[in-house]
């Protein structure tokens, strides 16, 4: 784990499977930006910030998925630091038994999907954020929607550095995910639009920073229309959700081998159901008992 300067007391931590961000004040006071999966890599990151010479007094996240907020509870309760989050996403951040509910369809989750990568511990939120200026400690900053990987996540602009949560994904991490996570497919489309255009340096999760993200993003638009138009092959004839899902993966280098990455993938492909079915290319009905898509002709 590692403090990279990108500019004046705005820093990247980069070594990790998540990357975070640092943004300090004068006093040498620090929000974080996401803190990471677990307990192991909080404690790591607020050591590494104390030997720096820093003191972590906030906390924003994102998105409200594991690798982003799993490191809040230590933190906080080891700096007292002041936790904020979009909301929604802060429903689940004090609450994280709601996303492996809402991957298992809303009832409560059988215990092998109550694990650490789905479920991670609690957090206080103690401010909702909401897009626009925001001032903490003397920062200014911008809260920036950016929704589509997660519903409300939302990035933190600050000095011409934008972080970015997981609005897009590096090459490495497309290459090996090969259906990437998304809930709205026509918003994150919209994402990637609007942060083409952005000047900023772009700091992404799960890929690093970009001085000019034009070819990346187009990247995460191109692998979007390619699992568009697997999902569209995979209907020959009408076709169950979980079936589409494992015809699309395997077109991807996805092997399914765990129930966590059942529901992962199955929920990243109703997503592109979804959007499929509002551009019109799509039906859905109920035949025996059993919901059934059918690429419109």
Known sequence: MELSKITEGV????????????ICNSAKEALVVDTGLDESTARRLTRMLGEAGLLIRWIFNTHA???????????????????????LEAAVIQCPVLEPMYLFGGAMPPRNLRNKFLEAESSTVNEVAYRGPMCI???ELEVV??????????GLAVNGVLF???AFLGEGTIAKHGVPFNVDIQAHLRTLDFLAEQEAILVCAHGGMYMDAKRIIATNRRRVHEIADAVLGSLESPCRT???????????GVSIQAPSQYYLMKCAVSAVLTYLFNEGQ?????NH??????RKT
């Not at 998925?65 to 909301?87: C, L, M, Q, S, W």
């Not at 589409?244 to 993966?249: D, Y």
């Not at 799509?282 to 109920?286: P, W």
């Not at 008992?289 to 059918?294: A, I, N, R």
Request: hydrophobic letters at 35%.
């Open 11 to 22: 820093y990247a931590v980069t070594g990790g499977t998540t990357v975070s961000g640092v």
């Open 65 to 87: 998925h594991a690798d982003h907020f799993g490191g809040n509870r230590f933190i906080v309760e080891r700096t007292g630091a002041k936790v904020y989050a979009p909301a």
């Open 137 to 139: 400690g003397g920062i």
């Open 145 to 154: 929607p950016l929704p589509g990987h997660s519903i409300n996540q939302m």
């Open 164 to 166: 970015c949560g997981d």
């Open 242 to 252: 979980d079936e589409i899902a494992r015809v699309t993966c395997e077109k991807f």
């Open 282 to 286: 799509l039906s859905m009905e109920v």
């Open 289 to 294: 008992g059993t919901l059934l898509w059918s």
